[in-house]
């Protein structure tokens, strides 16, 4: 008699089918065919893990059409199952994964806009913090380079493709046309949770590395030097009256240990 | 961000499975439902949803049900996601906490399904262990439910049954009976049902779930597959009325998972649920009463269970579920009557 954990791990190879069924001897299924039945675990398996990803990709779906995207997730699946039952952190590697595929080759932007859905899914499931306004800080010193503390949730996405025009124009509402909106053309994106939605904008490549340092913890001084490097008219003010205002900074102090550039 | 919420006893009466596209009806409108269970692993993140299962359990009674701890599995329990399972409960600090005896993690893979155990002696020794590692972690007594199955193994040594029993008794582990999971497993395991629920300990069943289950037919095969995703159907009314007159009143969930439904049918199925079980125990009373007078009583009106299941009403099927098995000869269980008063 097979010892359980050899037992265990037979039957989710079969279940994932990465290997041939295992014997059918050792299961029984009433008066049925247990083999048969062996597939209703398959199934379970395939389709409730594609519905997770359907969910979290829901843009991506529609750029490859759905029959596509079915057979892709269930390849993925296969190769890729989920290593732990917290699914919220299932599909990271799905983009990487749309990739790889070869009829996907001249189709870049499937996988551009499915690292932007993962980036999406990660900061609906991350923490909201109170935010501070400007206000708050009116009279307190903080030195000549502190620490601006963002939200959890921000997440920082630059592509060489269209990934936010994309997006944008298979929002509800949106006249989408999948086989025009996308072109080779570079884009930053910031995104943040905001109750239970997301905010999008697109940065300039000087905002862009202002919040990339801060989200990094590198301290603001280091935040507008590298803004400035890039862009010698970066407006500060501006920058910080608009984090501000959008609610993303949760803190700001004095740091500890300054980080040296 | 942990809070001190005011504890709150889930009563042995209905509640229904919360899900996320209730959610904002839940807060706005605060219906009148007995109490909550939310799958942990939905609330082990920092979204939008942990914000708002927060403000609701400062109103409901909740119950945590484990789905992807894997207590079956023969590597033991993952000590990182049992870790997150305290976290949450600390977080939300429920009355209720259960999983399931099943296994779905092995290989290094999590299969999004629930597994049957082969159950024999080694299954039940490393169930055992797991089971009372989770007990000392989250510190308290925890459920566990009977699993829905399409397949077993056949160098089990016993039934599922037999494996629960002997599993209460080596960790003092609470039970979960799933009525529609027993209705599943007996129609596609061939065993009965109502054998299966009498063979365990009444004592231990701390909470019972209720769902629908979908009909397949593959070639000659029948087959019931556990969706959660219809009413309760008449066969599984009928098994909680045989639960409930054996148990008397226990906290009953109604489960919906695929296909979900808008609130107000849920909250309608909990409510029969509730309507059955006083019903029954009404006639219980009545039949008490009936034991020590010599006064004959009016029968009530009898509906055969075929005639409504074309209602598709489940209030029809509760009551003529009810009326239809009710005791011939009447049973005076005083006990019982005394946790039903208590609850009511």
Redesign the interface.
């Known amino acids: 008699?097979l010892?359980?954990?050899h037992?265990?791990?037979s039957?989710?190879?079969s279940?994932?089918a990465m290997e041939p069924p295992i014997a059918a001897?050792?299961?029984?299924?009433?008066?049925?065919?247990?083999l048969?039945?062996?597939r209703?675990?398959q199934n379970?398996?395939r389709s409730?893990?594609t519905a997770?990803l359907m969910a979290v990709f829901p843009v991506t779906v529609r750029l490859v059409d759905e029959r596509f995207f079915r057979y892709a997730a269930s390849e993925f699946i296969r190769r890729h199952?989920?290593?732990?039952?917290?699914?919220?952190r299932y599909g990271a590697g799905f983009p990487r994964f749309l990739k790889s595929i070869d009829t996907l080759s001249d189709m870049p932007i499937v996988a551009e806009t499915a690292r932007l859905e993962w980036a999406i899914a990660e900061a609906?499931?991350?923490?909201?913090l109170p935010p501070r306004s400007l206000g708050d800080y009116e009279n307190i010193e903080l030195g000549t380079s502190p620490d601006v503390l963002v939200q959890?949730s921000l997440r920082l996405i630059v592509s060489h493709w269209s990934i936010l025009s994309v997006w944008s124009a298979h929002q509800q509402g949106a006249e989408a046309d999948r086989h025009s909106a996308w072109a080779r053309r570079a884009e930053r994106v910031a995104l943040w949770?905001a109750?239970?939605s997301i905010r999008l904008v697109q940065l300039d490549r000087a905002n862009f590395a202002f919040l990339h340092s801060l989200k990094h913890g590198l301290g603001l001084e280091h935040a507008i030097s590298r803004a400035l490097a890039l862009d010698p008219s970066f407006d500060l003010v501006s920058a910080l009256v608009r984090l501000f205002g959008d609610g993303l900074v949760t803190d700001v102090r004095i740091p500890i240990h300054p980080l040296a550039n | 961000m942990s809070r001190a919420f005011q504890p709150l006893t889930i009563p042995a009466s209905a509640g229904i499975g919360l899900r996320s596209p209730h959610i904002s009806e839940m807060l706005s409108r605060r219906p009148s439902a007995g109490w909550l269970e939310v799958h942990a692993e939905n609330y082990m993140g920092d979204g939008a949803g942990v914000e708002a299962l927060e403000r609701l359990r400062q109103i409901y009674p909740l119950s945590v049900h484990g789905v992807g701890l894997s207590l079956g599995s023969a590597r033991g329990v993952d000590r990182d996601h049992l870790e997150r399972l305290r976290k949450v409960c600390e977080r939300f600090q429920p009355d209720l906490v259960s999983e399931h005896l099943a296994w779905s993690v092995a290989d290094g893979a999590y299969l999004n399904d629930l597994l049957p155990l082969r159950y024999d002696e080694e299954a039940l020794a490393k169930v055992a262990r797991n089971v009372e590692t989770v007990q000392d972690t989250l510190k308290r007594q925890v459920l566990i439910e009977n699993l829905s199955a399409y397949i077993a193994f056949a160098d089990s040594s016993m039934n599922e049954a037999e494996f629960l029993v002997e599993l209460v008794a080596r960790t003092g582990c609470g039970l979960l009976l799933d009525v529609n999971n027993v209705q599943v497993s007996a129609h596609n395991l061939q065993f009965n049902a109502k054998t299966f629920i009498d063979a365990l300990p009444a004592a231990s069943i701390g909470e019972i779930h209720l769902a629908g289950h979908a009909i397949n037919q593959v070639g000659a095969d029948t087959v019931l597959i556990d969706d959660h995703g219809s009413r309760v159907p008449p066969v599984v009314w009928a098994l909680y009325q045989h639960a409930i007159e054996r148990l008397g009143p226990r906290p009953t969930l109604i489960e919906w998972d695929t296909d979900v439904p808008v609130l107000d049918v849920l909250l309608g199925e909990a409510m029969w649920a509730d309507m059955l079980t006083a019903s029954i125990m009404f006639s219980r009373k009545q039949a008490a009463r009936g034991q020590q007078t010599t006064h004959a009583r009016a029968t009530p009106i009898c509906l055969s269970v075929e005639g409504e299941t074309t209602t598709s009403m489940p209030v029809l099927a509760a009551f003529a579920a009810a009326r239809a098995a009710r005791p011939s000869t009447p049973l005076a269980l005083p006990s019982l009557e005394e946790e039903y008063h208590a609850a009511a």
Request: avoid cysteine; proline fraction near 10%.
């Open positions: 008699m010892p359980l954990e037992l265990q791990t039957l989710a190879r279940v994932l001897t050792l299961l029984t299924a009433g008066k049925a065919d247990p048969a039945r062996l209703i675990y379970n398996t409730s893990l997770v199952p989920p290593a732990e039952s917290r699914l919220a609906l499931d991350a923490a909201w959890p949770r109750g239970d």
